[in-house]
T-cell receptor, first 111, second 111 residues
Framework: QQPVQSPQAVILREGEDAVINCSSS?????VHWYRQKHGEAPVFLMI?????EQKGHEKISASFNEKKQQSSLYLTASQLSYSGTYFC????????????FGSGTQLTVLP | NAGVTQTPKFQVLKTGQSMTLQCAQD?????MSWYRQDPGMGLRLIHY???????DQGEVPNGYNVSRSTTEDFPLRLLSAAPSQTSVYFC??????????FGPGTRLTVL
């Protein structure tokens, strides 16, 4: 079952902050965040593992609430380069073999 | 390193034709996967492989075949193309699903 992302789209000015949420109705072992610019391939940002471990981008932070099966991606002091579509992918089995992606959040940063 | 490469970049097929999308990686990753991306649908896993000779189905495997004879290559075969298979196809590789590296994609149109 596909995780639900919110909001679907957000527009902000350079320097503003944004939060993108990802929630699942099933128990999760890990949440993976990717960013995709128009016409390009998705690029890995961060992985959050059950138990609190995080790996990924230095300038982007995220949280994973295991009880609520929710993850949030925090983009602070947004830069123009942050524009793109952000996807969360969830691993429900713990096997690290299959990710189920949400439908994405389109972020536009204006000057 | 070239990373993950995909060929062709664009392809137009007629209904009923077959073809193979090529994917290769030079990072010695055991895990490789194929996704399709449709507008508003995010990424959906078609097939994946955890090593040479080992493949398994993902979320949307019908109409597609894969094989993994070497660590480097993971081709995706469309057996009898249908208009519903019009999509952008991404190949990815990684250490399990952690930090997957995506190829540039193949844009396929089935008439």
């Amino acid at each position: 079952q596909q995780p639900v992302q919110s909001p679907q789209a957000v527009i902000l000015r350079e320097g503003e902050d944004a939060v993108i949420n990802c929630s699942s109705s099933k128990a999760l072992y890990s949440v993976h965040w990717y960013r995709q610019k128009h016409g390009e391939a998705p690029v890995f940002l961060m992985i959050l593992l059950k138990g609190g471990e995080q790996k990924g981008h230095e300038k982007i932070s995220a949280s994973f609430n295991e009880k609520k099966q929710q993850s949030s991606l925090y983009l602070t002091a947004s830069q123009l380069s942050y524009s793109g579509t952000y996807f969360c992918g969830t691993d429900r089995s713990g096997s690290a073999r299959q990710l189920t992606f949400g439908s994405g959040t389109q972020l536009t940063v204006l000057p | 390193n070239a990373g993950v490469t995909q060929t062709p970049k664009f392809q137009v097929l007629k209904t009923g034709q077959s073809m193979t999308l090529q994917c290769a990686q030079d990072m010695n990753h055991e895990y490789m996967s194929w996704y399709r991306q449709d507008p508003g649908m995010g990424l959906r896993l078609i097939h994946y492989s955890v090593g040479a000779g080992i493949t398994d189905q993902g979320e949307v495997p019908n109409g597609y075949n894969v094989s993994r004879s070497t660590t480097e290559d993971f081709p995706l075969r469309l057996l009898s193309a249908a208009p519903s298979q019009t999509s952008v196809y991404f190949c990815a590789s990684g250490i399990g699903t952690d930090t997957q590296y995506f190829g540039p994609g193949t844009r396929l149109t089935v008439l």
